[in-house]
């Protein structure tokens, strides 16, 4: 009993000094994260046009506008094809291209570059060649369709084409990132694991690739398809500068809505309505991915 | 409404004798530099010369309307609004409906010099909202048509005789379309901002956007009925295409495209672009209705200082800039109009320009049908102008009929419209 | 056979040839080429030169899977997202299942029989290394032991030609792995298998092995039976190798008549060699006495059931407990050599004449 009073006074002191250690950590969470998306919240509650003088609550009279708004639907909508179609097709292209360059020998580096120079580079340079890329009669894009004997399209321009044009954009930028995490998975897989199946019976590389390299893959292919869902929700620098959310709102996505909503519409409150959503999904995905890797982390 | 009454007290301070004692610094924005900061920095230090005990800082310019709007909107959040700032015509109701420029009105009647101004009737209205006098045009713009004489004469037009009716321009074009291959006809820029070119169509057909309560929508009425035929009449007959408009105004330029309908603010690019390639005519927008009408746009000079002192060196600079002598500068510097009627009646100002350059003077012969650059009421405002935009895009791409798609086009704006 | 890496050379030349049947240790201290030397064997590596057989064939061009070995690594290599049963199970799959069989999820639907089958031969296995109850975990949820057993398990399923073992003790502490060493000796002594077993653990190699491989700097230097070894290194290197304290290492000369001599103490052996040689004497080969090469305590180990005594200039005396009674440091000695080995100065073994080996000891 005298050694438990004892403990306890340097326990607590233990204690306080974690609590002030945590500190700045936590002001500056409160100040940079969750501070900005509390006030979004409480925005996203009143009826404020951007530079109006008066604010008044309004409850969720912005969130019925939503449910009732056929432009946000849409926007989710294009936003969940937009995912579906360059997440999977970025993962894979990422898989591949990673397998591909770690099986290269001298030039390595110089591919591992020029995968990654997409994601290091600023969009809206970038989308000025794909504009160029897409134009209908000179573009590159049509020149080889027309090569292959394939049918072409003004990409940008139809309404059909279009959000699968910006997509093709997307995998394009984010392939560098997938690829890089899932060479730094390759590397983290030892070396021996492959001997270990050669020994056992196995050494095609279907096998290889099936009984060693895809489950050792596991918890980077989920933190790549978690960083690139996360990615490709945030699509907006295409959509502003190639299409403005057309033609006839065929590329319209959250996050450029929610821009449109609050800045050029003005209706600020109305998008942080929208924003409330978006980090709703986002945040969706974040926790997804947490217990996924959760659940595959017990690897040695 | 009460800041507004408050501040008209002050006024007898607003008089040139204030000019005499200390002197009065007011900061001025003004947006689309490449068109305008060279005449914004010369009009400033003219205006210096002239008041030396008014200093006149410029801000940042902002790259076009929205910018400004958005920019001066957070500055009236933040408190630090520029004390004279160039609006977009149709932007002045936005910022009115959060109180932020002053009505210039009372200033306008103590002014006893205010008639050495020129300004016209119906180019001071452009800067009215209402009953208030919210700002003072000061570069103002019409839509033409440019043509590329070279194409016109193969088709058989003549540049002396322009078309005056759509069906003319659209056979025109059709006959331009077919000379050459990737060769087009015609681009009508049906996306310019905030509906201009679908509130022209609609003007010059004698109609409006809304009932003249606000409560209503009128454009799907007998003149929108026909606008939005006329529309699609240049995509069918004329051969139009579903382009975007940067594309055809590079076309344009190129010798590519034969008509282009643009704003008269365009024609010092046109001309700068085309440097002689080929010649360019311009000519009136097709006037469809006996009431036709044709939307201004450019930008009005606007008061936003409270402070008496500033306000009596804003309103100084205000004139300046709209008055003949800002007017002379300005037609000199782009291809807008003033909203001053002097410089043109003088030969020393801009008489002769005028006369070497009648490319300039298609827009002055317009000035007898201007109307307003109208913006949508309440807060749906800038989304119904989205909403409109989406359906004419239906209508020029094809995959819509025109009458159903006004239908619906009013329908949707009916919708957006505050509820009263 | 040879085998280098770029320009450096790990395997000089090794000629070995192991007996059916038996335990043998190849021993070195790293990087002498023996982790090499087994994956050669295995398949992993390809040698420069050389020929690999097993039995009557010749497997060198074979991949590892047609050689019949199995291998049980340092790190276990165990497949972390499987369970333990799968693990054991793997070798048998690829070998029994075709690879429409093998298909995922699809090929369970026509592969019934043979899985059952696999799965009664995994629990075979597992029962006697005490993995029986433990074949639904995943690796990461068993000790060092518990996997150290699943690897050796995994090795012996599918009753290959020979075992390679790569040092398979080194990552467990020292109370398992003197369990884990008499486990692995009942177990290959129980199915007779051929068992390469490469470590650097000089105590190992002794306690398991029918027969030792010292090997260093690429070649293999003695193979012999453990007590050979001890007894009669046929190289100084050897000599200092094996042995804990090591063989101590004497500067001695042969005079003109054959004697031995340390220092000015004449030893009473004879050797056809001249001139400077070096005396190996074990820590145990010598004993205090009235006569004989002097020495100097610097330290006194009790150990026990024995005692060192550290002797000025770094060499080793083992004595029994009650031998050493009164020692302390700082004490003079005489020392008699009873047994000793010669090495020249290419550190060769040389002969020693045994007649005079009782006068010696006398």
Redesign the interface.
């Known amino acids: 009993m005298a050694e438990a009073k004892g403990t306890l006074g340097p326990r607590r002191a233990e204690a306080l000094a974690g609590t002030l250690l945590a500190l700045p950590a936590f002001i500056l969470m409160w100040l940079m994260l969750l501070g900005p998306a509390v006030a979004v919240g409480l925005l996203s509650l009143t009826?404020w046009?951007?530079?109006?003088?008066q604010i008044r609550f309004a409850g969720l009279e912005n969130y019925a506008e939503m449910w009732g708004d056929r432009v946000f639907w849409i926007s989710l909508r294009n936003t969940v094809i937009y995912v579906g179609v360059s997440v999977p097709a970025t993962v894979l292209l990422g898989l591949l291209a990673a397998i591909a360059i770690e099986s290269v020998g001298p030039l390595k580096g110089f591919y591992r570059a020029a995968y990654f120079l997409p994601v290091a580079s600023t969009l809206l340079a970038m989308a000025l060649v794909w504009e160029f890329m897409f134009h209908p009669s000179v573009g590159f894009v049509n020149q080889v369709f027309r090569a292959l004997g394939l049918p072409t399209a003004?990409w940008l321009?139809n309404?059909d084409t279009a959000l699968f044009a910006l997509a093709a954009i997307g995998v394009w930028q984010n392939l560098g990132l997938a690829m890089v995490l899932f060479m730094a998975g390759l590397k983290a897989i030892?070396p021996?694991?492959y001997?270990?199946?050669?020994?056992?019976?196995?050494?095609g590389a279907w096998?290889r690739f099936?009984?060693?390299t895809w489950?050792?893959l596991?918890p980077a292919l989920v933190f790549v398809v978690a960083i690139t869902a996360i990615r490709s929700f945030q699509v907006f620098d295409t959509v502003q500068v190639l299409t403005e959310g057309?033609?006839?709102?065929s590329t319209e996505v959250l996050l450029f809505t929610m821009v449109?909503?609050g800045?050029?519409?003005?209706?600020s409150a109305y998008g942080a309505a929208i924003t409330m959503v978006f980090l709703l999904l986002t945040l969706a995905i974040t926790l997804a991915q947490t217990v996924l890797l959760d659940r595959?982390a017990?690897?040695? | 409404m009460h800041r507004r009454t408050l501040l008209a007290s002050p006024l007898a301070l607003a008089t040139p004798a204030l000019a005499q004692t200390a002197p009065t610094e007011i900061s001025m924005q003004y947006s689309i530099p490449e068109l305008f900061r060279g005449l914004m920095e010369d009009v400033a230090s003219a205006f210096m010369r002239a008041n030396p005990s008014i200093r006149i800082t410029i801000r940042a310019p902002e790259p076009d309307y929205e910018a400004i709007l958005q920019r001066n909107l957070r500055d009236a959040v933040t408190r630090q609004l520029p004390d004279v700032a160039f609006h977009g015509l149709n932007r002045q109701r936005t910022l009115l409906e959060r109180e932020i420029p002053v009505d210039l009105k009372p200033f306008m009647a103590a002014d006893p010099r205010i008639a050495e101004q020129g300004y016209s009737e119906s180019l001071l209205s452009l800067g009215q909202v209402g009953s208030s006098q919210t700002g003072i045009g000061f570069a103002l713009s019409t839509p033409i048509l440019y043509y590329n004489v070279e194409h016109l004469r193969r088709a058989g037009g003549n540049p002396e005789n322009l078309p005056s009716s759509w069906a003319e321009v659209a056979a025109l074009a059709r006959a331009i379309h077919g000379t050459a291959e990737n060769l087009n006809g015609m681009f009508y820029d049906w996306t310019i901002t905030g509906n201009w070119a679908w509130q022209a169509l609609v003007f010059s057909h004698g109609g409006t956007m809304l009932t003249a309560d606000e409560r209503q929508v009128a454009m799907g009425q007998e003149p929108g009925q026909r606008a939005i035929a006329a529309l699609r009449m240049l995509v069918d007959e004329g051969r139009m295409p579903d382009m975007r408009p940067n594309a055809a105004i590079a076309d344009f330029f190129a010798g590519r495209l034969g008509i282009s309908m643009q704003s008269t603010a365009q024609l010092g690019r046109y001309n700068r672009e085309i440097g002689g390639r080929f010649p360019l005519v311009c000519g009136r927008y097709p006037l469809s209705a006996p009431n036709a009408r044709l939307p201004a746009g450019g930008n009005v000079a606007m008061m936003f200082t409270r402070d008496a002192a500033k306000q009596a060196a804003a309103w100084e600079f205000i004139k300046f800039a709209t008055g003949p002598v800002g007017a002379t500068m300005m037609v000199n510097a782009t291809g807008y109009m003033p909203a001053s009627t002097i410089p043109a009646q003088r030969e020393e100002m801009l008489g002769r320009f005028y006369r070497e350059n009648p490319n300039h003077l298609v827009t002055f012969r317009q000035q007898d049908v201007i109307t307003g650059w109208y913006a949508f009421p309440g807060q749906n405002a800038l989304r119904i102008t989205d909403t409109i935009n989406d359906h004419l895009q239906s209508v020029v791409a094809r995959r819509a009929e025109p009458q159903a798609a006004l239908t619906r086009m009013a329908a949707d704006v009916q919708a957006l419209l505050p509820r009263r | 056979m040879q085998k280098s890496f770029g320009p450096t050379p790990v395997l000089r030349g090794v000629t070995l040839e192991v007996v059916e049947g038996e335990f043998l240790a190849i021993l070195g201290a790293s990087g002498c080429g023996k982790s090499t030397l087994l994956r050669i064997l295995a398949g992993l590596e390809t040698a420069d030169a050389g020929e690999v057989w097993i039995g009557d064939r010749r497997v060198d061009a074979l991949p590892p899977k047609a050689r019949d070995l199995a291998m049980v690594f340092q790190s276990y290599a165990l497949y972390p997202y499987m369970t333990v049963g799968q693990n054991i199970a793997l070798p048998l799959e690829m070998r029994r299942l075709s690879a429409l069989q093998r298909l995922p999820w699809l090929g369970r639907l026509w592969s019934g029989p043979q899985r059952r089958a696999i799965a009664a031969d995994v629990a075979a296995v597992a029962a006697p290394l005490g993995l029986a109850p433990l074949l639904a975990r995943k690796p990461a949820q068993l000790s060092g032991g518990q996997r150290q057993r699943v690897a050796l398990a995994r090795a012996m399923v599918r009753s290959p030609a020979a075992f390679l073992m790569d040092e398979p003790l080194s990552n467990l502490d020292a109370r398992l792995r003197a369990e884990a060493r008499a486990e692995i000796v009942a177990l290959t002594r129980r199915l007779g298998v051929t068992t390469l077993y490469v470590t650097h653990d000089q105590g190992e190699a002794m306690a398991m092995a029918d027969r030792v491989a010292v090997m260093q700097a690429g070649r293999v230097l003695q193979l012999a039976p453990p007590q050979e070894l001890y007894d009669e290194p046929t190289s100084l290197d050897v000599a200092r190798f094996i042995g804990s304290p090591p063989m101590n290492a004497l500067p001695a000369h042969v005079g003109e008549d054959g004697a031995v001599m340390v220092g000015d103490v004449r030893l009473p052996w004879l050797s056809p060699a001249r001139g400077l040689v070096t005396l190996g004497v074990r820590p145990e080969g010598w004993v205090p006495a009235s006569q004989g090469i002097p020495a100097t305590v610097t330290l006194i180990e009790h150990l026990g059931a024995e005692t060192l005594c550290h002797l000025e200039g770094g060499a080793v005396l083992r004595l029994a407990p009650d031998m050493a009674r009164g020692m302390v440091a700082g004490q003079a000695l005489r020392l008699a050599v009873r047994k000793a080995v010669l090495f020249g100065a290419d550190g060769q073994r040389l002969p020693l004449q045994a007649a005079l080996r009782e006068i010696a000891l006398g």
């Open positions: 009826d046009n951007f530079g109006e003088p003004d321009q309404p030892p021996d694991l001997e270990a199946l050669a020994m056992d019976g196995a050494d096998e099936r009984r060693v489950p050792m596991g057309g033609p006839s709102k449109q909503q800045f050029t519409f003005l209706r595959r017990h690897y040695g």
